[in-house]
């Protein structure tokens, strides 16, 4: 179906921070599959445990113990705080998890009829739940009717959570991204987080974080929530996860995760051994490499670059990110800055239109930042 606006070019081998085309041409890549390839394309360790799990064991069931998964539970309890976790394939079915959980907890509260404070300009997905809980009305244009129970605020606003007297009985979770990604590299003032935490310590409300675009290491950190030192009740989880093999997790406090039990939820292909052996092997290697540490480094030097190149310029409004996730906003729609990039061969993109969004692979080499850093700026400003 044409459900996407391709761009003429097909890729046939990677290597590292880059792709190669069909005519052998070779391109630097900005933005690993969308922060999915943070290990870079073909990372030889993860296709070796791949291979040699395809060979041993490629898919069980969840009706049977999966030691793979069980072990790649441990690690990511071990690494975000959190107790439990359920294994799904992407984002968007990991988002269906935790508004899944956030319902039934309502339900358990004796709450009926349960809304979910969601935000404006958010993305979660495009399965129906998560596109009502997307705060983009182009994202669902079209598919009415929406699911119920989810209210929309401004975000980055902690005072907008004043203003909700009349669903307030009703609200069970707060969702949303720690730094919105399709809504343009959106990064909330520093407190805003823990200030969400405090609200929702007070009014007996989940906090809900959609860590699917900048979770392992993107941001410096495992997690962005990290940075504020605060511990959300429902973490999910997809993209780099598996560095490209399909896997996607929601994790929980005990408190929270206790309320599902069997027959809550399911997903047959969900944390299998092959999909749980990628995962772990992904861990291993960022853990290793350290590099929530060299993603926060690069991330700096970039911006710090960026501004002292572009900062004085008009067309630029703001330059914005945190560790690998690198936004530059521009005055009007720059979308053209995509193909203009690709004959520099250099693989960027654009969100909200008028964002330059940046998402290198976490393993680029000191060249190969200075490289992105300065076509961009020659393509910003030859704009
Ligand atoms: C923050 C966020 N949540 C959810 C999703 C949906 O993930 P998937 O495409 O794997 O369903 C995305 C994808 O871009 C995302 O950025």
């Given at each position: 179906m044409s459900t996407y606006q391709r761009m003429d070019i097909g890729f046939e081998s990677g290597h590292g921070a880059w792709l190669v085309d069909q005519r052998g041409e070779r391109y630097l890549d900005a933005l690993s599959g969308v922060a999915v390839c943070s290990l870079g394309h073909a990372n030889p360790e993860i296709a070796g445990v791949i291979a040699k799990q395809a060979g041993r064991l490629i898919h069980t069931s969840n009706l049977y113990r999966i030691p793979l998964q069980e072990k790649l539970a441990d690690r990511l309890t071990g690494i975000s705080g959190l107790d439990k976790v359920f294994f799904c394939n992407s984002g968007a079915?990991?988002?269906?998890?935790?508004?899944?959980?956030?319902?039934?907890?309502?339900?358990?509260?004796?709450?009926?009829?349960?809304?979910?404070?969601?935000?404006?300009?958010s993305f979660h997905g495009r399965t129906m739940s998560t596109l009502s809980a997307t705060g983009n009305p182009a994202i669902q244009a079209g598919f009415s009717p929406l699911l119920a129970g989810f209210r929309h605020v401004p975000y980055d606003?902690?005072?907008?959570?004043?203003?909700?007297?009349?669903?307030?009985?009703?609200?069970?979770?707060?969702?949303?991204?720690?730094?919105?990604?399709?809504g343009g590299v959106v990064v909330p003032t520093p407190g805003y987080l823990q200030a969400l935490r405090e609200i929702c310590n007070q009014n007996g409300w989940l906090l809900a974080l959609d860590e699917?675009?900048?979770?392992?290491?993107?941001?410096?950190?495992?997690?962005?929530?990290?940075?504020?030192?605060?511990?959300?009740?429902?973490?999910?989880?997809?993209?780099?996860?598996?560095?490209?093999?399909?896997?996607?997790?929601?994790?929980a406090s005990e408190a929270v995760a206790e309320i599902m039990v069997p027959g809550s939820h399911g997903s047959t292909f969900g944390g299998n051994p092959l999909a749980s052996a990628a995962a772990l092997a992904v861990i291993e290697s960022m853990s290793r490499q350290k590099l929530a540490g060299r993603a926060g480094e690069l991330g700096t030097i970039m911006l710090k670059r960026f501004g002292d190149e572009l900062g004085r310029l008009d067309k630029v409004v703001e330059i914005r990110g945190k560790g690998l996730m690198i936004g530059i906003e521009l005055a009007g729609d720059c979308t053209e800055l995509v193909g203009q990039a690709l004959k520099q061969r250099l693989l960027i993109n654009v969100a909200a239109k008028r964002v330059v969004r940046l998402l290198p692979p976490l393993i680029i080499s000191d060249d190969e930042m200075n490289q992105i850093v300065d076509t961009v700026c020659l393509l910003i400003k030859s704009l």
């Open positions: 079915e990991a988002n269906e998890t935790a508004i899944k959980i956030c319902r039934k907890y309502a339900h358990h509260k004796q709450v009926e009829d349960p809304v979910i404070v969601v935000m404006n300009g606003d902690i005072n907008a959570l004043d203003k909700l007297d009349d669903v307030r009985k009703r609200i069970v979770a707060v969702m949303l991204e720690p730094i919105q990604g399709e699917v675009q900048t979770g392992m290491c993107r941001t410096g950190a495992w997690f962005a929530y990290q940075h504020e030192n605060i511990l959300p009740d429902v973490v999910t989880l997809a993209k780099s996860l598996g560095n490209g093999l399909p896997i996607g997790a929601c994790l």
